[in-house]
């Protein structure tokens, strides 16, 4: 069994591609230096996160992938699945080898199974940005709160910049502990020392709310409250629709 050690991030992961290449050694597994290490094993390698060499793999890629294989690639990476990344490597591998393009080759079930795991995110990704809800602080900034089941805080942002760009926000992963923050002219992803709160529960308190956050927040509920048509109500549809999981962050849902 041979074993490549890296530090777990996509970038780390195609420089353990080149490596693979260069010592003509691939690996059966995949682990970070926190991670246990089996009983036995035949090689062991330590792989160094190079920017220049994982941009050579990514360029190399590109002549062999298309541009929407290469997204699948990096937002299937977002999935954070157990072994997510031997699944890429090997399906790197396979694109690298072969004479002509694996992309539709799902009989494969390295394609396959790639193909099944970005379509996930992808519907994550839209469930997110579908049901983001803000919430407007005391100094004018829009705070978002989201706990998605993948890391698809990135493949919002493009999105919210274009969607929102006349206003400051804070979009922020309670799960993963880190968001994006939006100053009107440039993105920047931001971690806060301390977890207050809002960080904890998604909500603003109201002495971080806008002095109109409320009054909005109580028109949008007796907006919901009207449309609602009793007699149509259909619980099942309703919970397959919007998830209860999203519930405790959607504005309309709170009491």
């Excluded at 970005?118 to 803000?134: G, P, T």
Aim: with cysteine; proline share 4%; hydrophobic share 40%.
């Amino acid at each position: 069994m041979n074993i490549f050690i890296y530090d777990k991030t996509f970038e780390g992961l195609l420089n353990a591609i080149f490596d693979a290449y260069s010592r003509k050694t691939f690996p059966d597994l995949l682990l970070s230096e926190d991670e246990t290490l089996p009983l036995f094993y035949d090689d062991l390698h330590i792989v160094y996160t190079d920017n220049d060499k994982a941009e050579r793999v990514w360029n190399g890629l590109m002549k062999k992938l298309s541009r929407p294989a290469l997204s699948c690639l990096a937002a299937s990476w977002l999935s954070e699945l157990p072994e997510i990344d031997l699944l890429i490597f090997r399906y790197i591998r396979k694109a690298i080898d072969s004479p002509c393009s694996i992309e539709l080759n799902f009989g494969d079930n390295d394609v396959l199974e790639l193909s099944q795991i970005w379509k996930k995110v992808h519907r994550e990704q839209h469930r997110i940005i579908q049901f983001l809800r803000f919430q407007k602080a005391m100094d004018g900034t829009f705070f978002a709160a989201i706990e998605p089941i993948y890391n698809v805080l990135s493949l919002i942002v493009p999105h919210c910049k274009d969607r929102f760009s006349d206003q400051k926000w804070i979009i922020y992963d309670l799960k993963r502990e880190y968001g994006y923050y939006y100053d009107l002219s440039s993105v920047t992803e931001i971690q806060f020392e301390n977890s207050n709160a809002h960080l904890l529960s998604g909500i603003l308190d109201k002495n971080q709310m806008h002095p109109d956050e409320e009054l909005f927040q109580k028109l949008w509920k007796e907006y919901f409250k009207a449309i609602n048509i009793k007699e149509r109500n259909n619980p099942k549809l309703h919970r397959q629709n919007l998830p209860v999981r999203f519930w405790k962050h959607l504005t309309e849902k709170q009491k």
